[in-house]
């Protein structure tokens, strides 16, 4: 009988067939906002024009604030740069005027590149004063459009752009907004399904796993502050289309709360939700039109309301298949053999060596020139009591600590000190002592996160799902699932990773750490917390990692499980080299039996 594979075409098929489920809301806004025309007036024009208007922006701004976790707060200073970059170059009030379809992507571009610049402090600032630096530049560009009064025309302001028929009626400019309104969507909804998307809720949840596996935080931001600021800046001019005519006045604190809430109402890292959540905070102050004095002290309750009772937001009502009950007996099976269908069989190679290497913390010395070695194939073996320096170890290795002194090489090339984002492509991988997952991820997503540098498409490509963007997504889901059956959590593949149990979390680590396909693997403490089946099972899965040519570097307390699997071990107490040899040989050791092993 002949195996059947799967044609690119099929496969495709079958990952639209799967998504229609997720489709299908997206599909009923849409067919909502059509029939619109038909089944209401021109006032509830207005309306639905300045929901898909806000959404645009908030489309942009939610992958910065659901996805990156990034507070920005004054983001209405780039609508406010779009609506008047948009009006004065239809004005003329600098250049020759130009068409109000060729001034839109001008203001897009200045949106970008201001965006980056309110982005650039995230690089360093985080939560609150983030959110302050965002309000900083709000006030800086209103005060500008007051004093630039030549120009934008101070607080008397300035007339908005008009668009050409048929976008000159109510409802023409209706669907024109309704149109990007879709159009941005589309875009925000392949970033978030992409590597780049996963990166992003990566460097949120759990940065330090995040540089583990390659991802640059610099570079993923920059792409998502660049694409966020055009469109709140392509928002603006057609804010500005929608005022008629604009002035400083117009651009509220008011909206920017508006902006915030609705992605938190909507919840972290979905795009159907803060969607709803717009639609929702547009509406609702025209149902309650006699409280509308009172909109921010309601913004504050609604805010307040949904952190307590609702913190998951909209998406996580919506999110039925995570409801589900898990099954309570479920043990974790591996299958090791089938490693050899999904990581390369390594012929030699070079090995990792650490020479002299010393780390202090102020005048505490948690490393003491330490010689270590790894050799490819090879499982070796770090102990010693609690504090002696062996995740200190790994995490000089990793690039997380730089030693004082000493070197590290790779063959003969050397290993620099830092950079711990660009250990991954020199083929080094790790898991570490508390399991660093995304919990609000799935599984396949979580492991998926692994091979984000091994895709090849660009930021632009993944933007428009382009045939390299979907090769890639197709390549990195198959891998992760072929590890998950691996580590034995196939089944659990699209199940949120906050509802699996200690053990589980163990063995995604593995996996995801597996899809950087490295040369060397360091593993902190991986059977703590597990059964004395799964440290058997752990064993046996390492074994074969290091026999398809894997060096492994092994931080463990279970001293059982060093000695049966290790071919050397190395023993540290308080940053020293204790001793160094076969299991055999530090078995036996005086000073190993007395300082760690008893005896």
């Not at 922006?57 to 970059?85: D, Q």
């Not at 023993?571 to 299991?583: H, I, K």
């Given at each position: ?7 690119p ?17 997206f599909?009923?806004?849409l ?5 619109l ?12 024009t ?22 920005a707060?004054g ?40 965006g ?32 630039w ?9 300035i ?27 589309w875009?925000?909804a ?8 996963r990166?992003l ?16 935080k610099?570079?993923?931001?920059i ?5 966020a ?7 603006g001019g ?5 005022q ?8 509220t604190?008011d909206?920017?709360v ?10 972290r890292?979905?795009?159907l ?14 149902i309650a ?36 009950p898990?099954?309570s ?6 299958r090791?053999a ?17 020479r ?17 070695d790894?050799?490819p ?14 995740t ?5 290795i ?14 003969d090339?050397a290993?620099p ?33 692994g ?7 660009s930021?632009v ?9 979907r ?7 198959a ?5 998950l059956?691996?580590?034995g959590?196939?089944p ?20 995801r750490?597996?899809?950087l ?6 593993l ?10 799964e440290?058997e ?11 398809r ?21 190395t ?19 005086k000073?190993v039996?007395s300082?760690?092993l008893?005896?």
């Amino acid at each position: 009988m002949t195996a059947v594979t799967a044609t690119p075409a099929h496969q495709e098929a079958g990952a639209i067939r799967a998504a229609l489920p997720q489709l299908a809301p997206f599909l009923g806004i849409l067919a909502l906002a059509v029939m619109l025309p038909f089944i209401s007036n021109d006032y509830w024009a207005l309306i639905g024009t300045r929901a898909a208007i806000y959404w645009v922006l908030v489309s942009g701004l939610n992958l910065v604030v659901g996805f990156a976790g990034h507070l920005a707060i004054g983001y209405v200073a780039l609508l406010t740069l779009g609506a008047y970059t948009t009006s004065v170059l239809v004005a003329g009030n600098v250049l020759p005027p130009v068409p109000v379809f060729a001034a839109l992507p001008v203001a897009a571009i200045v949106g970008a590149m201001f965006g980056v610049i309110v982005g650039l402090p995230a690089l360093r600032l985080r939560t609150f004063y983030f959110a302050m630096s965002t309000l900083g530049f709000a006030t800086i560009v209103t005060q500008i459009a007051l004093a630039w009064q030549s120009v934008t025309g101070g607080g008397i302001g300035i007339s908005g752009p008009e668009f050409p028929a048929p976008f000159n009626t109510a409802w023409g400019f209706y669907f024109l907004c309704t149109a990007f309104a879709a159009f941005t969507t589309w875009m925000s909804a392949n970033i978030a399904r992409s590597r780049f998307g996963r990166a992003l809720i990566a460097v949120r949840d759990a940065e330090v796993a995040a540089e583990a596996t390659g991802i640059s935080k610099p570079k993923m931001l920059i792409a998502i502050f660049l694409f966020a600021g055009a469109l709140a800046a392509i928002a603006g001019g057609l804010f500005a289309s929608l005022q008629t005519y604009i002035t400083p006045d117009a651009f509220t604190f008011d909206l920017s709360v508006l902006f915030f809430i609705a992605i938190l109402i909507g919840g972290r890292g979905s795009i159907l939700g803060p969607m709803l959540g717009t639609i929702i905070l547009t509406i609702l102050p025209e149902i309650a039109a006699p409280l509308a004095a009172w909109s921010t002290f309601l913004y504050a309750v609604l805010l307040l309301v949904i952190v307590l009772v609702m913190p998951g937001g909209i998406a996580a009502l919506l999110d039925f298949r995570n409801r589900r009950p898990l099954a309570s007996n479920r043990a974790i099976l591996p299958r090791p053999a089938a490693l050899a269908d999904i990581v390369r069989q390594r012929a030699g190679g070079s090995a990792l060596a650490l020479r002299d290497i010393s780390l202090s913390f102020g005048n505490v010395r948690a490393i003491d020139r330490l010689d270590l070695d790894v050799a490819p194939g090879q499982i070796h073996g770090l102990i010693g009591p609690n504090g002696s320096g062996k995740t200190s170890t790994l995490n000089v290795i990793s690039g997380y600590y730089a030693a004082r002194a000493g070197t590290m090489t790779l063959g003969d090339a050397a290993l620099p000190p830092g950079m711990p984002a660009l250990r991954a492509a020199r083929g080094i991988a790790r898991t570490f002592q508390t399991p660093r997952v995304i919990g609000e991820a799935s599984v396949l997503q979580n492991v998926m996160i692994g091979g984000t540098i091994e895709g090849r498409a660009s930021f632009v490509e993944a933007m428009l799902s382009l045939p390299r963007n979907r090769q890639d997504e197709r390549m990195l889901a198959a891998k992760a699932r072929g590890l998950l059956g691996v580590v034995g959590l196939e089944p659990l593949a699209d199940v949120r990773a906050d509802r699996l149990q200690h053990s589980e979390l163990r063995f995604i680590e593995i996996a995801r750490a597996l899809m950087l396909d490295p040369d060397f693997l360091l593993l902190d403490e991986p059977a703590a917390g597990l059964s004395s089946d799964e440290i058997e099972r752990l064993a046996g899965l390492i074994k074969a990692i290091s026999g398809r040519g894997t060096g492994v570097l092994l931080v463990e307390h279970h001293a059982d499980l060093i000695f049966d699997i290790c071919h050397q071990v190395t023993v540290l107490n308080l940053g020293r080299t204790l001793a160094a040899g076969t299991p055999a040989e530090i078995r036996v050791h005086k000073e190993v039996v007395s300082a760690y092993l008893g005896g």
